[in-house]
Structure formats: C-alpha cells, structure tokens
C-alpha cells in the first residue's frame, strides 16, 4: 500500500524541548516537503527537499531544522527556539520537483505545553 | 515573492445553493492545481489546469484557468454536505507549490 505516513497522530511535548516529526513515503518521489498549519488558517512552507542530501528553506524556517539522508525520509526537529510551535505539521511528497502534484500525508498535531 | 490570494475566505451556504471560489497569482503560473481539506484532514489533490483558458468538470465541480494564466475559479453546482471542507489553489511551475489563502466552505442541509 503506497503512500506517506506521518507519526505520531498527536504528539505533546514541553516547553523547551526538541521534537522531531517522522515523514515517510514510498512512492520513490524526489521532492518532500514540510508545512505548517494553524487553526483556520492556509499552508505555509517550512523546508523542502528537491533530492537527497539536499535541502532549501521555505518562508517560515526559523525554529525548524530537516535532514535528508534517504529518499523516503523527510523528518522535521521542532527546536526550542521555535516560538509558537504548537501546530498542524504536513508532509507532503512529489514525483519531482518544480510544482508537480503534491500528495499529503495525514499530518501530525503538535501541542506544546 | 509570488503570491497566490483566493476569495471569498470563508462562504457558508444551504444545501443546493451554487458556490465558487476565486484564485489569483501577483505572477503568470505554469498550472494551477486545486486541492480539498476536509476538516481534520489533510489537502488532497483534486485537479490540474495547465492549458491557458481550460475548463475541466468533475460531476458538480467546474474548473477554470483564466487566459492570462494568473487566474483560476472553482465552481460547485448544487452544494451537499459533503462538500464541506476548505478548497486551496496551488500555483505551479517553480521550484514549489504555491498554495492560496484557501475558502472554507461551510453547507447547511
């Protein structure tokens, strides 16, 4: 059964903590991506990543940290420094990169205590 | 940086009444992608218009891509309950989506 999982569902954490967020798909697509979330609110670009071992900030990095050591893998560190953390994170994949079709998976809802 | 704004924000209607929502890009697109979030969920992909002036329909729903390619427009055709959820434009054809501000679309049966 192809397609991205994210994990935890709900993930609780305390102030000051670092938190990482899995990310994995397994529909061998190049490009990942990670977006933030708030309550009502539209999608906004954290990081993304055309190709492994590569990655570009998107328009709210700060506070966020990705690696891309495989293919499949994408996951995000919510750092300390992160001021408002508490948010619904989405990952999302796509065959290639530059605006193709992005599939989402089902997100993670971060609460920072 | 480009800019992708989409109107009304937030519509809410009675079951069987029409309903459209409206995408514009500050820049010329490549395509335009339109995606559903159901509350709680997450975007999934509906459709992509890349041909300048095209018109797609999927049952109720009617997409257009305006002629200058900056513009896009979802209509639903006799709203349902299910179609409840908020609708976002993508921008295509850099290096990343860009996603419009989104309408939320609330029906009352």
């Known amino acids: 059964d192809g397609g991205i999982t994210q994990s935890p569902k709900y993930l609780f954490r305390k102030e000051g903590q670092n938190v990482t967020l899995s990310c994995e798909q397994n529909?061998?697509?190049?490009?990942m991506y990670w977006y933030r979330q708030d309550p009502g609110q539209g999608l906004r670009l954290i990081y993304y990543?055309?190709?492994?071992?590569?990655?570009q900030k998107g328009d709210i990095a700060e506070g966020y940290s990705v690696s891309r050591e495989k293919k499949e893998s994408f996951p995000l560190t919510v750092t300390s420094a992160q001021k408002n953390p508490t948010a619904f994170y989405l990952c999302?994949?796509?065959?290639?990169?530059?605006?193709?079709?992005?599939?989402f998976g089902p997100g993670t809802r971060l609460l920072v205590l | 940086g480009q800019q992708v704004m989409q109107i009304p924000q937030y519509q809410h209607v009675q079951e069987g009444e029409d309903f459209t929502t409206y995408c514009n890009s500050s820049t010329t697109l490549s395509n335009i992608q339109w995606y559903k979030q159901r509350p709680g969920g997450h975007p999934v992909f509906l459709i992509q218009?890349?041909?300048?002036?095209e018109v797609k329909k999927q049952k109720r729903l009617t997409f257009q891509f305006g002629e200058a390619k900056k513009n896009s427009s979802l209509h639903i055709t006799a709203t349902q309950t299910t179609d409840v959820g908020t609708y976002f434009c993508?921008?295509?054809?850099?290096?990343?989506?860009?996603f419009g501000t989104g309408t939320r679309l609330l029906v009352s049966p």
């Open positions: 218009l890349v041909k300048s002036g």
């Open positions: 999302a994949s796509s065959p290639r990169p530059s605006g193709e079709t992005q599939y």
């Open positions: 529909l061998n697509h190049d490009a």
């Open positions: 993508a921008g295509g054809g850099f290096q990343k989506l860009v």
């Open positions: 990543s055309q190709i492994v071992n590569d990655f």
